[in-house]
Each structure stands twice: as C-alpha cells, then as structure tokens.
C-alpha cells in the first residue's frame, strides 16, 4: 500500500482559494487511481473527485464543478486539489485517497470502500 499524506488545509474567507496537496510514498504512486473526499461534521464522508493513473481523466461531485480542480504529478508522487471561489458549505476534513482496483465506469471510484490507502485529513474551513 501507498503511504498518503495531505496538506495544504486552513482557514479561508468564502470566495478564497486553497491548495490541498497530497504526498504518497512508494514508487507505485502512478498505478493508482486518486481521489479526494471530504466528511463535514455529523455527516457522511463524500466523495468530491477522482483523477485517473495518468490524469487523462477526472470527475467531479456536482457541487464542487467549476470551482475545484484536481491534478497529479506522478514524477513528484503528488496530487492536488485547487479549491477556487469557497463556500461555508465546503467547510469539511479533506481526505486523499489511492486505489489500486480498475473498473469499466469510473463511478465506481465515487464509492469510498474501492480505496485502499487514506491520509489523515486536513481540515479545511470556510468562514462567511
């Protein structure tokens, strides 16, 4: 398994931007498919979005659409998550995850049981 490790999280002002970076050990970090999640207070974790081994594709939770961007560069075993124009609604711990699993639809990555490594978290608060 890889190893992850986020940061980047912070206090923000609604309409401010962060950087989330993810850093995973291992020389694997491109055979695996990544993903973002999020778990506010009382509530689920969800699933925010997902990036392919050599990020030809992502997906995106609706809510979040135009306003995060995730990438990865696989030379520095790192992938990222640039959060633009923030709501208190974001307000969250941010979790990156790796899977190791391939599936026909991407959806399936939307599920949090197909990943096999999670980071700790970094918490990420949106003032008003």
């Known amino acids: 398994q890889v190893q992850l490790v986020e940061s980047g999280g912070g206090l923000v002002q609604a309409g401010g931007s962060l950087r989330l970076s993810c850093a995973a050990s291992?020389?694997?970090?491109?055979?695996?498919?990544m993903g973002w999640f999020r778990q506010a207070p009382g509530k689920e974790r969800e699933f925010v979005t997902v990036?392919?081994?050599?990020?030809?594709?992502?997906y995106y939770t609706d809510s979040v659409k135009g306003r995060f961007t995730i990438s990865r560069d696989n030379v520095k075993n790192t992938v990222y998550l640039q959060m633009n124009s923030l709501k208190p609604e974001d307000t969250a711990v941010y979790y990156c995850?790796?899977?190791?699993?391939?599936?026909?639809?991407?959806?399936?990555?939307?599920?949090?049981?197909?990943?096999?490594?999670w980071g700790q978290g970094t918490q990420v608060t949106v003032s008003s």
């Open positions: 291992g020389r694997t970090f491109s055979s695996y498919v």
């Open positions: 990036i392919s081994r050599s990020g030809g594709w992502t």
């Open positions: 995850a790796a899977s190791g699993r391939t599936f026909v639809s991407a959806s399936a990555y939307y599920r949090a049981q197909e990943y096999d490594s």
